[in-house]
């Protein structure tokens, strides 16, 4: 039998450590999954309207300048497509009761309404209602608690709105 030298199993052990960190990544590239990199838009500039302090046209406008080559513009006049933020709400509405009658649960929803036009007014998305829902559990012993997890699940749902947005302003072409 023959054996081998501490150079050869560090080596072995080398090889070994790397095919079981890159099994991973392989697994992930063979399902179709790939990081979310820049989006195209067919405009290269956009004019947000909305209330400047919503957190919806907040995000948005980071979103856009983050992952987009389109710049944000000072007024309509000077874009070649307008988002309007109609509408944007947040509600939570309560979904299950204890024996006791208090809350146990709750669906809240964040809905915004939108349309994307030209300067000119050429429609180019009608007036839109997107919404995402998420359920809260509840308990007044932990009110503050459940008061932060209720405002990170609306800032994911947020999020989450944004991105289907963002794949909504893609799909657009401006002549």
Sequence with gaps: MQRRG???????????RGLVAAAPALGLGACGFQLRGSTNLSFSTLFVAGAATSGFVIALKRQIAT????????DAKSAQAVFTLLAESQTQTPQAYNADGTVAQYQLRYTVRFELTTPQGR???APTEL??????????????????????????MREELINRLMYQLAAVKVN
């Design 123 to 125: 429609v180019l998305i």
């Design 131 to 156: 919404t995402q829902t998420s359920n809260l559990s509840y308990s007044s012993s932990a009110s503050l608690a459940k008061a932060n997890e209720s405002d990170l699940l609306y800032r994911g």
């Design 6 to 16: 501490p150079a050869f199993l560090a080596t072995r052990r080398a090889v070994l």
């Design 67 to 74: 992952t987009t080559s389109t710049r944000i513009a000072p």
